[in-house]
């Protein structure tokens, strides 16, 4: 079993950044890739970015490629996901998931989940 909190997100203006993260606990960390997803209101959770097991690899959704960076620290059993040049369409709730060892952009692939975190971006 692994449990996720994610923290960071808030209500900030077009153009800012936020920093999320997603703290893990349970097995161990460094054998999951992670991902995050978003849900924006009245539609349904989609694929954000993705990181693997080790770091070495990530993958992003195109709306955000550019802007937006994953991340991992192992040690920490954290990811996070950096994410710049906010704009009103990147307004959501954030998940992150955990997958064993390899990653993807399907929701319905990963494993374990946290219980979100709103971001909200004003225009």
């Known amino acids: 079993q692994v449990h996720l909190v994610e923290s960071g997100g808030g209500l900030v203006q077009a153009g800012s950044s936020l920093r999320l993260s997603c703290a893990a606990s349970?097995?161990?960390?460094?054998?999951?890739?992670m991902g995050w997803f978003r849900q924006a209101p009245a539609k349904g959770r989609v694929f954000v970015a993705a990181?693997?097991?080790?770091?070495?690899?990530?993958y992003y959704a195109d709306s955000v490629k550019g802007r937006f960076t994953i991340s991992r620290d192992n040690a920490k059993n954290t990811v996070y996901l950096q994410m710049n040049s906010l704009k009103p369409e990147d307004t959501a709730v954030y998940f992150c998931?955990?997958?064993?060892?390899?990653?993807?952009?399907?929701?319905?692939?990963?494993?374990?989940w946290g219980q979100g975190t709103q971001v909200t971006v004003s225009s």
């Open positions: 990181i693997s097991w080790s770091g070495s690899n990530t």
């Open positions: 349970g097995r161990t960390f460094s054998s999951f890739a």
């Open positions: 998931a955990a997958r064993a060892f390899s990653w993807s952009d399907s929701e319905a692939l990963y494993d374990y």
